[in-house]
């Protein structure tokens, strides 16, 4: 099984290493030929002698196997090894293990891999690895899986064996490249479950980077097939792991211009995947063209998969400046406002709480005033929860009004207790909410808790 194994950062590589070390010679020469004072003409003379070593180099790297000559015998194959690992210079090493990677083919991957195995160690034995695997992975990826596998199987025993194996990772995304079908079978036959799911992210790499659409509709499959499971708190939750897999396609996707990524985002089907798609395609556009993005996300504001868009962009205005992030949010359609109203508020209290309060001060009653003021007492019921507590009390909304104030008193039970209990008959809470509070001062924030943050993927 013989397939071209020529990836183009290999033979960067190559270039770059023998453009330096020519220049290297070059450099090194020069010095040489000044200190001896040599008369200019003996110098171009020098020079066209470096020129000839250069054209050695470019002969050399001409010479190497191709996707079409990939065969090498044994003796070659061992004198590039002994080469590399007795070479002392970064450069000249970079050169050979790129010409063991271009020479690398079923046939004898395997006696280049224990070579190094036995002869790396450290960093160097880690970075070389995955290459090695990626290049193995082209040539014959059922073969590498299998030895990166046993390999960590190998140095789990005993452990329970976590899966967590890169040069399996480096393989499989190489081998789903080329050869998808193949790498989509070698996971479906994964009895581990931790192990599967870690590999997933290379066979999905793999996908991405060769056909985008194939990757994603790998992920739209496993998503349907999953079932909905219920965690012990008792909320309901889908998909966290595919939402990570299809935030790693949107990675490949801004790589090809943010204009694609739009593009494929749109084209998902509504859902938490195109939720998390918007999220990761909002969090590069916003650094490259925040205007654009503004534009963009406004324009999707209004739907629900457009909820964590519409944070990271309140999010990185807020920051940068909070009453243009208050008139973006302002500007939105009326079901985004409170989205937006709650991350910039938060981000705008803990970095300037008076200004923070004076704009709410002057919020007409809406929805989004009820938001702001909510994200506003949750920054402040640790520091002050007397004036948590009263900023609560202005919201309209009784739901959010009596969540927040609960929030509020348990933070505070945790701080100032006696405080907390004497303020309790007079906070407008509901009686049995009080005795709840009373009877579990310590616990953490309440189910349901206002302040839901939005999943992180990266």
């Given at each position: 099984?013989?397939?071209?194994?020529?990836?183009?950062?290999?033979?960067?590589?190559?270039?770059?290493?023998?453009?330096?070390?020519?220049?290297?010679?070059?450099?090194?020469?020069?010095?040489?030929t000044n200190k001896l004072g040599l008369t200019e003409q003996e110098q171009r003379t020098k020079s066209l002698s470096i020129a000839g070593k250069n054209n050695g180099?470019?002969?050399?790297?001409?010479?190497?196997?191709?996707?079409?000559?990939?065969?090498?015998?044994?003796?070659?194959?061992?004198?590039?090894?002994?080469?590399?690992?007795?070479?002392?210079?970064?450069?000249?090493?970079?050169?050979?293990?790129?010409?063991?990677?271009?020479?690398?083919?079923?046939?004898?991957?395997?006696?280049?891999?224990?070579?190094?195995?036995?002869?790396?160690?450290?960093?160097?034995?880690?970075?070389?690895?995955?290459?090695?695997?990626?290049?193995?992975?082209?040539?014959?990826?059922?073969?590498?899986?299998?030895?990166?596998?046993?390999?960590?199987?190998?140095?789990?025993?005993?452990?329970?064996?976590?899966?967590?194996?890169?040069?399996?990772?480096?393989?499989?995304?190489?081998?789903?490249?080329?050869?998808?079908?193949?790498?989509?079978?070698?996971?479906?036959?994964?009895?581990?479950?931790?192990?599967?799911?870690?590999?997933?992210?290379?066979?999905?790499?793999?996908?991405?980077?060769?056909?985008?659409?194939?990757?994603?509709?790998?992920?739209?499959?496993?998503?349907?097939?999953?079932?909905?499971?219920?965690?012990?708190?008792?909320?309901?939750?889908?998909?966290?792991?595919?939402?990570?897999?299809?935030?790693?396609?949107a990675s490949e996707q801004l790589k090809k211009g943010v204009s694609t990524a739009i593009e494929w985002a749109e084209a998902l089907p509504d859902g938490e995947l195109?939720?998390?798609?918007?999220?990761?395609?909002?969090?590069?556009?916003?650094?490259?063209?925040?205007?654009?993005?503004?534009?963009?996300?406004?324009?999707?504001?209004?739907?629900?998969?457009?909820?964590?868009?519409?944070?990271?962009?309140?999010?990185?205005?807020?920051?940068?400046?909070?009453?243009?992030?208050?008139?973006?949010?302002?500007?939105?359609?009326?079901?985004?406002?409170?989205?937006?109203?709650?991350?910039?508020?938060?981000?705008?209290?803990?970095?300037?709480?008076?200004?923070?309060?004076?704009?709410?001060?002057?919020?007409?009653?809406?929805?989004?005033?009820?938001?702001?003021?909510?994200?506003?007492?949750?920054?402040?019921?640790?520091?002050?929860?007397?004036?948590?507590?009263?900023?609560?009390?202005?919201?309209?909304?009784?739901?959010?009004?009596?969540?927040?104030?609960?929030?509020?008193?348990?933070?505070?039970?945790?701080?100032?207790?006696?405080?907390?209990?004497?303020?309790?008959?007079?906070?407008?809470?509901?009686?049995?909410?009080?005795?709840?509070?009373?009877?579990?001062?310590?616990?953490?924030?309440?189910?349901?808790?206002?302040?839901?943050?939005?999943?992180?993927?990266?």
């Amino acid at each position: 099984m013989d397939k071209k194994i020529t990836p183009h950062a290999i033979w960067f590589l190559i270039a770059i290493a023998a453009f330096a070390l020519g220049k290297k010679i070059e450099s090194k020469s020069k010095l040489e030929t000044n200190k001896l004072g040599l008369t200019e003409q003996e110098q171009r003379t020098k020079s066209l002698s470096i020129a000839g070593k250069n054209n050695g180099i470019r002969s050399q790297i001409k010479s190497l196997p191709t996707s079409k000559n990939t065969s090498t015998a044994s003796a070659p194959t061992n004198q590039l090894i002994n080469n590399y690992l007795s070479s002392s210079d970064p450069i000249e090493k970079n050169l050979l293990f790129a010409q063991m990677l271009i020479g690398l083919n079923a046939d004898n991957a395997s006696e280049i891999y224990e070579s190094l195995k036995e002869n790396l160690d450290g960093r160097e034995r880690s970075r070389k690895m995955e290459l090695f695997f990626q290049a193995w992975g082209r040539a014959d990826g059922e073969s590498a899986i299998k030895m990166a596998l046993s390999n960590n199987s190998e140095r789990n025993r005993g452990r329970g064996g976590q899966g967590n194996n890169m040069y399996a990772y480096s393989a499989l995304s190489a081998w789903a490249s080329v050869d998808p079908e193949s790498a989509m079978k070698t996971i479906s036959n994964l009895e581990d479950d931790r192990q599967k799911s870690f590999l997933t992210y290379g066979l999905i790499n793999g996908l991405a980077k060769s056909d985008a659409r194939a990757a994603t509709d790998y992920v739209l499959e496993m998503e349907a097939n999953r079932e909905t499971e219920e965690q012990p708190n008792g909320v309901l939750r889908r998909g966290d792991v595919t939402q990570r897999y299809i935030s790693q396609i949107a990675s490949e996707q801004l790589k090809k211009g943010v204009s694609t990524a739009i593009e494929w985002a749109e084209a998902l089907p509504d859902g938490e995947l195109k939720s998390s798609a918007f999220d990761q395609v909002t969090e590069s556009y916003v650094r490259s063209d925040i205007d654009a993005a503004k534009k963009w996300v406004s324009s999707n504001a209004e739907k629900e998969y457009a909820q964590r868009a519409v944070s990271e962009v309140a999010s990185h205005l807020s920051r940068e400046n909070p009453q243009d992030a208050v008139n973006w949010a302002s500007s939105l359609p009326t079901n985004a406002q409170g989205q937006a109203y709650r991350e910039v508020m938060e981000n705008w209290t803990r970095n300037d709480p008076e200004a923070a309060s004076n704009h709410l001060v002057a919020m007409k009653p809406s929805e989004a005033r009820d938001s702001a003021v909510s994200s506003f007492a949750a920054s402040l019921d640790r520091e002050d929860p007397k004036s948590a507590a009263t900023w609560a009390a202005t919201i309209d909304n009784e739901e959010t009004r009596i969540n927040t104030l609960k929030t509020v008193a348990q933070s505070w039970m945790r701080t100032d207790a006696e405080a907390a209990k004497a303020w309790l008959p007079n906070s407008g809470l509901p009686q049995e909410t009080q005795t709840a509070i009373l009877e579990t001062p310590t616990r953490g924030r309440p189910t349901g808790d206002f302040r839901s943050r939005r999943p992180r993927q990266r």
